[in-house]
């Protein structure tokens, strides 16, 4: 995209995984690549966007210069990221796999193996993206991201309502080629009006057709 459709706009986006520390050499992480929030920072970057980018732990670098980097591990740290960066921004758009639990205690010293079992107790993390659906001022937008592996529609626009999203990206699970760590996604983008079902793609493809919607939304 050459215009500059997003230009003076603020875009805030959380990417990748987060890891929740059991120890001091061993954590709770996921799958997230990060390449999803990535090509949605390069793609508001490349139409006059300036960019905050939330980074969980991930192997990508950034290439345009408008494109802020914040490099964090956990859910917390991703959390308080967010909440200080939301209000300045006239868009969030939440990519990232956050833990949803995390230790409730972090061992100062390497757990050793003994006994039969060990039992870590884990803590619900907060919620950033319905956090941020609260503070979410008239002029702002706010988007995200569902994995599901069933009933995708019906959750998809529940979580819509819950987190005050003005849309919500849908990948399946189901799909060959979407999700996690490919670099081809197949969405569907729902909003309070209904669904769009996308072809598979690549990623900055994806990426293209969620700020196509975005810039339709934007005040
Ligand atoms: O409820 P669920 O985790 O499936 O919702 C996914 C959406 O919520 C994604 O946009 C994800 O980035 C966001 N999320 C978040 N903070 C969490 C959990 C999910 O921002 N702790």
């Not at 995209?1 to 050499?25: C, W």
């Not at 702002?140 to 005050?164: C, H, I, P």
């Not at 009006?193 to 990623?203: C, I």
């Amino acid at each position: 995209a050459n215009q500059q459709d997003l230009s003076k706009k603020k875009i805030l986006i959380t990417a990748g995984p987060t890891y929740e520390k059991i120890d001091p050499v061993r954590f709770i992480g996921n799958y997230s690549s990060g390449k999803m929030g990535f090509a949605l920072a390069e793609e508001c970057a490349a139409r006059g966007a300036e960019v905050t980018l939330i980074a969980g732990p991930v192997q990508i670098k950034t290439v345009h210069p408008n494109i802020h980097r914040i490099d964090v591990e956990s859910a917390k740290e991703m959390y308080e990221a967010s909440v200080a960066n939301y209000p300045s921004s006239d868009a969030g758009i939440l990519c990232a796999a956050v833990a949803d639990f995390t230790p409730e205690l972090v061992a100062d010293k390497k757990i050793k193996r003994k006994g039969d079992e060990l039992t870590v107790v884990l803590k619900p993390t907060h919620d950033i993206a319905a956090s941020l659906g609260e503070m979410k001022r008239d002029d702002q937008l706010l988007a995200g991201f569902a994995l599901e592996t069933n009933d995708e529609l019906q959750n998809a626009q529940s979580k819509l309502e819950r987190k005050n999203f003005d849309f919500i990206v849908l990948n399946s699970l189901n799909d060959e080629g979407a999700g996690f760590r490919h670099d081809t996604n197949k969405i569907s983008i729902i909003d309070k009006n209904g669904k769009t079902d996308y072809p598979l793609k690549s990623k900055r493809e994806v990426a293209t057709d969620i700020i196509d919607r975005l810039v339709q939304l934007i005040k």
